[in-house]
């Protein structure tokens, strides 16, 4: 990669994220992060307690973006049809047409998303996972990019159905918002005060730009030395005592190409061992699961991860 194309991608960052702290007071990492799962081509998740920004961050990300985006409501009586589409009969020409559903979008904004039941989660497996819909026999490709940032309540589980595992593991990274800070929800409540924030945002890049910079991530150089690296994190998440289920080889590839885009916003285009730990956390924590001994003792696996990335030796430079 060029430096004229390091630039470019990481001036584009910028300006998405500049955008999105038009509405988002205090939230710098997290609006990093979504950011940076974006350029990487992942998928986000978004977990915290009612109120504290999950739809305002993702909403806001859509709209720094000309491209489409959708709003899929989850709740109990939602269909997979009505996520991916379904075919109906055309009186006209007698044939059956298919209907795309609320995923046919650049980012589709799924909203508390543990809300649906398992049989509607499901049906973003496919599009998640490869880019593509198949319905009654044909397959239908998804735009680029695609996207898909869903929302989720932890606290409240009446009425709600927990992410399987393989529907977690789709996801790139996971965040959560927190409360904000006295200062920052003051200039919350101040803005707010002179109308919807969110209509302030604007578009400031194309789905083409955003298609060519992630094409460009792909030439950023990842060392062999990295990649092992990279696999000895995975591996320590696998092997730890207080880790039931560790991180899968899809999560390899995940932290790979978010490393790539760190490297960027760094101003180089080869990746080190700390852009690999910069968002080990977020990629890591919501795909393991800790053992019943690590919950009673109140240890948490994003308290589990830190202890994985200090505890692993990092690759040095000769």
Request: aromatic share 4%; hydrophobic share 40%; net charge neutral.
């Amino acid at each position: 990669m060029t430096t004229t194309n390091i630039g470019e991608v990481a001036q584009l960052a910028n300006q998405i994220s500049a955008e999105m702290a038009r509405v988002i007071e205090g939230k710098s990492r997290q609006i990093r992060t979504a950011v940076t799962v974006l350029l990487a081509g992942g998928h986000l998740l978004i977990e915290d307690v009612p109120g504290v920004g999950k739809t305002v961050l993702a909403k806001s990300l859509g709209r720094s973006i000309a491209g489409d985006v959708k709003r899929i409501q989850f709740t109990p009586d939602l269909l997979p049809a009505d996520v991916t589409g379904v075919s109906v009969f055309n009186q006209s020409t007698r044939e059956f047409e298919f209907k795309p559903g609320g995923i046919f979008a650049n980012i589709v904004l799924g909203d508390e998303i543990n809300r649906a039941s398992p049989k509607t989660q499901s049906a973003l497996l496919e599009a998640m996972a490869e880019r593509q819909v198949s319905a009654d026999g044909k397959t239908y490709h998804l735009n680029r990019p695609f996207m898909v940032i869903a929302t989720q309540n932890p606290i409240e589980m009446e009425g709600t159905y927990p992410l399987p595992e393989a529907q977690r593991d789709r996801f790139m990274a996971r965040i959560r918002m927190g409360y904000p800070a006295a200062e920052s929800e003051s200039k919350m409540l101040m803005a707010q005060a002179t109308g919807d924030q969110l209509a302030k945002v604007n578009a400031v890049t194309t789905v083409n730009a955003l298609s060519s910079a992630t094409e460009a991530l792909t030439e950023v150089y990842v060392a062999p030395v990295i990649a092992d690296y990279i696999v000895s994190l995975v591996n320590a998440t696998r092997q730890h005592t207080d880790l039931r289920l560790g991180a899968s080889p899809r999560a390899s590839l995940h932290l790979m190409q978010v490393s790539r885009v760190e490297a960027v916003l760094a101003g180089r285009d080869y990746v080190i061992p700390e852009d690999v730990q910069a968002l080990a956390e977020e990629v890591f924590s919501h795909r393991v699961l800790t053992t019943v001994e690590a919950q009673v003792a109140g240890r948490r696996p994003e308290d589990i991860i830190r202890g994985v990335v200090s505890s692993t030796p990092a690759p040095t430079r000769g």
